[in-house]
């Protein structure tokens, strides 16, 4: 029987989506639940098993026309092993081996990534850096994520742990990062420290544009507001952006000099910020690598949103069955 069809997961912290996906591309059904109020690791798993065998039972799919399972997941992963080293902002997943959990309760091969390799992978495939050989990805959210493609393929590092250019530091003297180290690029420009920095500069100036959208409440201040500020014109709000641009640029202008890519791809939450934030991205970019990288690559936003993480951890089930 030919195997047309792969089951997709994208484990967060917020929610987790499972997907039914042919050809590593069609989406044919999709279910997202909440793992924010999820009792632990047990019931997690019993309800992945019980919507993976809902979705193919209610497509008609037999177990004997899935390729495999992929599933990303938001932390370190042994690869080869498909053992999760831990995850982030989640507790009790320390050293579990999903693959052998879920494999003998599905019936199924199963391949587990990092979720954030799983949106490159997908964004390579089929999305901003299709047509490229050597592509990087990064991810503007709570946590800054990347990935690597490079002569073709994610690479993965030498234990699997490859891809953090959230965790470039970009500061000496930077303040303590979550990961151990000092200054990283995620301590400057994570939702929380963007935030942050924006209640900082709004002291002292009651008729700032953000604190308006924020209906006068620094408790209200996201992301998205600072967003909406800029697109109203907010200096303030703009000048956020560019300093948050100066930052990814710097980390980026090393990478650029180490890879030399064709491409960068940016997505998650803020890189909804728009041209603002790009142009000074590209801007430091231009600045502070070496001239031959960086005229060649192209720093672009990503295509596939939400969808990503499942498209990737399609492919990845179907490369590797
Ligand atoms: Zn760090």
Known sequence: MQKRYTVAIDLGGTNAKIALIKDEKEILSKEVFSTKDYQGREVLIKQ???????????????KTQVKALGIGVPGPVDFEKGVIYQLTNVKGWRDVPLKRILSGKLKLKVYIDNDVNLIALGEYKHGAGKGTKNMICLTLGTGVGGGLILDGRLYRGSNFTAGEVGHIPVNLQGPKCNCGGRGCLERYVGNYYLVERAKELIKGKPNSEILKLA????????????????????????GIWQETGRYIGVALAGLVNVFNPERIVIGGGVALAGEVLFASIRKT???RAMEAPARKVKIVPAKLGDEAGLLGASILAAENS
């Open 285 to 287: 970019v231009s600045l």
């Open 215 to 238: 209906g006068g409440r620094l408790s209200k201040i996201s992301p998205e507001i600072i967003d909406r500020a800029s697109k109203a014109g907010d200096k303030l709000a703009l």
């Open 48 to 62: 992945i098993t019980e919507s993976v065998n809902s979705l193919l039972k209610d497509k008609k799919v037999k």
